[in-house]
């Protein structure tokens, strides 16, 4: 069974430009979370969607955005990019709906943003 | 709200000598656990979890870890280290009264092992 697979593996953008990072979950997998890494504030979720609606969503600006598509395809925006933005972002898939039972989540490899 | 504290951002141990992690938490209600491993360049690979069955969970990779509630602990431990063990560990949890699967880690702790 494939893993999570996230695109791009690297990107390079200007600040100020806009960048989208697409997910792809584990087969039969609905439950798809966005995570940013940082080295200075480590792990940080930014959001959850499920059957298409974001159901949680962590303590982003608005300029990070996310949506989710009927095959549980999952896509994350980030306009007018700052420098801060740089970093690993990483995509989980679980086969639970949120709140039911034990949320174990299957990272991707991430994708890899850097903010010139 | 929910934390994680990994004491000790960088853990050294010779080959075969005892691995041990730390970790504590913060929840308010009896929570789900989790540890994750992460090799440079790589996702979160997820080595074991916690949710209530039995406090001494077996994991991947020869790591197990003991969920003590009385010291709101889940440290991971392996009883000889592997070269390959060399990696950053991730301790999380999620509350069982959240109403998504949002992960908080912690801080992750960097093990080297040495030959």
């Known amino acids: 069974k494939a893993g999570v697979t996230q695109t791009p593996r690297y990107l390079i953008k200007t600040r100020g430009q806009q960048v989208t990072l697409s997910c792809s979950p584990i087969s039969g997998h609905r439950s798809v979370s966005w995570y940013q890494q940082t080295p200075g504030q480590g792990l940080q979720f930014l959001f959850e969607?499920?059957?298409?609606?974001?159901?949680n969503k962590g303590n982003f600006p608005g300029r990070f955005s996310g949506r989710q598509f009927s095959n549980s395809r999952s896509e994350m925006n980030v306009s007018t990019l700052e420098l801060g933005d740089s970093a690993l972002y990483l995509c989980?898939?679980?086969?639970?709906?949120?709140?039911?039972?034990?949320?174990?989540?299957?990272f991707g490899q991430g994708t890899r943003l850097t903010v010139v | 709200a929910q934390s994680v504290t990994q004491l000790g951002s960088h853990v050294s141990v010779s080959e075969g000598a005892l691995v041990l992690l730390r970790c504590n938490y913060s929840?308010?209600?009896?929570?789900?656990l989790f540890w994750y491993v992460q090799y440079p360049n790589q996702g979160l690979q997820l080595l074991l979890k916690y949710t209530s069955a039995a406090t001494l969970v077996k994991g991947i990779n020869g790591f197990e870890a003991e969920f003590k509630k009385s010291e709101t602990s889940f440290h991971l431990t392996k009883p000889s280290a592997h070269m390959s063990d060399a990696a950053e560990y991730f301790c999380?949890?999620?509350?069982?009264?959240?109403?998504?699967?949002?992960?908080?880690f912690g801080k992750g702790t960097t093990l080297s092992v040495s030959s």
């Open positions: 989980a898939s679980s086969l639970r709906p949120p709140g039911q039972g034990s949320p174990e989540a299957f």
């Open positions: 929840s308010s209600v009896p929570p789900y």
């Open positions: 999380a949890v999620s509350d069982l009264g959240q109403a998504g699967t949002a992960l908080i």
């Open positions: 969607y499920f059957s298409e609606t974001q159901r």
